[in-house]
């Protein structure tokens, strides 16, 4: 090769090394961020968010590498979430994955453009949530969180669990924007099959001595937990009184038999955020929330504590403990 020629190579290498790297080189696409609207303490939620990590990557999405999950928690204290979704919005999530009624809502008042996905929402257009669960529009689609129907199967169960019962306590958070349907729902069809029903409403922990005299005074023959996360984040205390006044009770989250309660049935929520997964990718590859249906739940669980029965004299029905998803003996 003559000097001349390999002084024109060297000048064309030294011109291509001085271009601007987007000219010879793609840039990475940016990762995008999935905040998540928890109204439980971190503990509360981990099975949760750990399934919907699961099903992020049964997908090809890895926390870290090419997706970024943002959990925020309230711990119990609804009105901190409103902050906590200007938070989220504020970091330009590209989508908010939320857990309840009032955490759907403090999302859907910070933001009506970033994609909003229910791992678990009660009634979601009787609450003006969306539209109808065919065709949700605006910017929230999902899976749904049970309801009354629920409510009044668990109700159908305490009486399967106490045949002779002929009055129940019904344990409910007035201050949820869901519970005032669901328990009315409930109330109707207790009296229906002749059944007297003690309203116990708590709003605040402070309440719960104050209820649970009121429940001790009344001397029903059992007790009905409507779920709210407000009572789950205290679910121990609760379980604690129950067992004083040595009381059957029924709830509808395994996590309160887990802690010590007699029986739940309700839907199973890790399957629920793994579902929620499913909506992330679908709206990350281009879908719009507006034309997502909103799901229902497909999975439930009894579960039936024999220890909390024994301890307090009671005998579960072989009919009732064939149909258990786990048994705790």
Known sequence: MNRSRRRRLLIAAGALLALPPRIYAQRPAKIPRVGMLIPVRPADAASNIEAFRQGLRALGYVDGQNIIIEP?????????????????????????VIWGTPAARAARTATRTIPIISASVVDPVGT???????????????????????????LQLLMELVPSVTRIAIL???????????????????????IRVQSVGVSEPGDLDAAFAAIQKERPD????????????????IIDLVAKIR???????????????????GVNFPDNFRRAAAFVDK???????????????????????LKAAKAIGLTVPQSVRLRADQVIE
């Open 128 to 154: 003006g949530l969306i539209i109808s669960l065919a065709r949700p529009g605006g910017n929230f689609t999902g899976v749904t969180g049970g309801g009354a129907e629920l409510s009044k199967k668990n």
């Open 247 to 265: 009381l059957p009770a029924m709830y509808e989250r395994k996590e309160w038999v887990d802690a010590g309660g007699l029986m739940s049935y």
């Open 283 to 305: 709206i990350l590859k281009g879908a719009k929330p507006a034309d997502l249906p909103v799901e229902d739940p497909t999975r439930f669980e009894l579960i039936i504590n």
């Open 172 to 194: 409910w958070n007035p201050a949820n924007p869901v519970l005032p349907v669901v328990f009315r729902e409930v109330q109707i069809a207790a009296e229906a099959l002749k």
């Open 222 to 237: 059992a007790l009905l937990v409507l779920q709210d996360l407000v009572l789950q984040v205290h679910r121990s205390r």
């Open 72 to 96: 925020r928690y309230s711990e119990g204290r609804d009105e901190r979430l409103r902050d906590l979704a200007v938070e989220l919005v504020n970091l330009k999530v590209n989508i908010i």
